[in-house]
């Protein structure tokens, strides 16, 4: 599988885990309409996910990982 599709993959698995976990709870502890629950939690989803991005180097494509709990870019 190609770098490009990896990152998408990844981006995609870390806003759906967060996005669920996020309405999981909020829906638990506030009983507000289904539609604010929602977007709501896509925000905070968005907000805390890790971005993945693939970038071309002189050694091939490397998938980088940028996320607001640690500092700096990484590489995966």
């Known amino acids: 599988m190609r770098p490009k599709y990896k990152a998408l993959l990844f981006n995609f698995i870390?806003?759906?885990l967060?996005?669920?976990?996020v309405r999981l709870l909020l829906g638990y502890y506030w009983?507000?309409?289904?539609?604010f629950l929602a977007v709501t939690s896509a925000?905070?989803?968005n907000i805390l996910a890790?971005?993945?991005g693939?970038?071309?180097t002189?050694?091939?494509e490397k998938i980088m990982m940028k996320w607001i709990f640690i500092k700096g870019?990484?590489?995966?």
């Open 31 to 35: 009983p507000i309409n289904p539609i």
């Open 43 to 45: 925000i905070v989803a």
């Open 14 to 16: 870390g806003f759906a």
């Open 73 to 76: 870019i990484r590489e995966i």
């Open 18 to 21: 967060l996005f669920i976990v």
């Open 54 to 56: 693939a970038i071309t």
């Open 50 to 52: 890790p971005k993945f």
């Open 58 to 60: 002189e050694q091939g």
